[in-house]
């Protein structure tokens, strides 16, 4: 316990309460006669007790004095105290009235600081709407700083083009001098050039009309020619039969082989003549012009050869056909050799496919047959419509060479073209061409 903490009146006091109950102790020993034996040895306690107790109170009373000593220092030092509180009371007296002054003197200061505050906020805000303007000016000046850079290049870059049209411009003017010079010449050359071809074009008119005459007797002698032969050609064909029919009993093996020979050639001479008559006959033929459904003229030409080809496979895939302006006699003469080769040169496959197809061009419709058949080589493509021309032997497939020259005459007095494409042994593909009249 720290003693030296506590005031005189409490040590005091402690020790008055130690008096009591040594007292208190005392008179309890006294009473208490009859249990003297039990009695002593609470004595022998309560003596050690009350020594102890007696060395805590001479400790007790020194702390004491100690007190009193330091209570003793403790009132000089509070006199000191106070007659330092004295001079401090005056002092904060004197401080109060300066902090009056300086707070007098601080409500003008804070009375002309709001009044500044003020002023430099509308400062501020003229100084905002200064800063806006001036970045405003500044962008604007950005702007026309960047419009003059890129104006300066553009007159950079025009004035250099300048030189460049001034430079072309003396390159052009010489060449145009040079071209005047050449134009003069070719005028010069062309006014030849001219005369020359009007002298030609005179020489061409003679030829055209020499031509003219020269096809017209043509075509009047083959008519002539293919006429006045039919009638020999009839004799001795009905000649020869007449001989094998009534007289067959009676001929050697090669008598009959021969008369069976000038049948034959006799029968495909009048042939020869008759598709000459018709290539005579085309070439003569006035064109009568009409709208034509090909869809039905397909069919009239087909209903024939599918009679004549019943025991073949024969596939026919034929798409929607458009209506032509054209001679209905000669388009289905066009169809009927067409489509009668494509059946002839395709009897060697085991199924036969033949297409029919359209195409509409701008102008014209381009009509085309496909096979599956032997073909040809494409090198002997111009072989194709001539008269005569052949690219195959009687013996390989019948044939005159005249059908082909037919259609190819049929088809440019229609106004339209004819082709073909082919190769050996992969069939071929004939197509014809026919203009479109205006109604279309």
Known sequence: MNYQSKTKEELIKELQELLQE??????????DITGRKQAKQELIIADKELAFQNEEKGKRAAELIIADKELVFQKEEKKKRAAELIIADKELTFQSKEKENRAAELILANKELAFQNKEKEKRAAELVVANKELTFQNKEKEKRAAELVIANKELTFQNREKEKRADELILANKELAFQNKEKEKRAAELIIANKELVFQNKEKEKRAAELIVANKEMEAFSYS???DLSAPLRHINGYAELLLSRFYDFLPDKARHYLNNIADSASQMATLIDDLLQFSRTGLQEMRLSDLDMNIIVQEVLAPIKQDNRERNIEWRIATLPHVYGD??????VWTN??????KFTRTREKTIIEINVIDENDAFIFSIRD???GFDMQYAQKLFGV?????????FEGTGIGLANVHRIILKHGGHIWAEAEPDKGATFYFSLPKNKED
């Open 22 to 31: 040594n007292n208190s102790l005392k008179a309890l020993y006294d009473k």
């Open 225 to 227: 020619v293919s006429h």
């Open 328 to 333: 209905h006699a000669m388009l289905r003469l």
């Open 338 to 343: 067409l489509l009668s080769n494509a059946v």
């Open 372 to 374: 599956n058949g032997v």
């Open 388 to 396: 005569f021309q052949r690219l195959h032997t009687n013996d390989e």
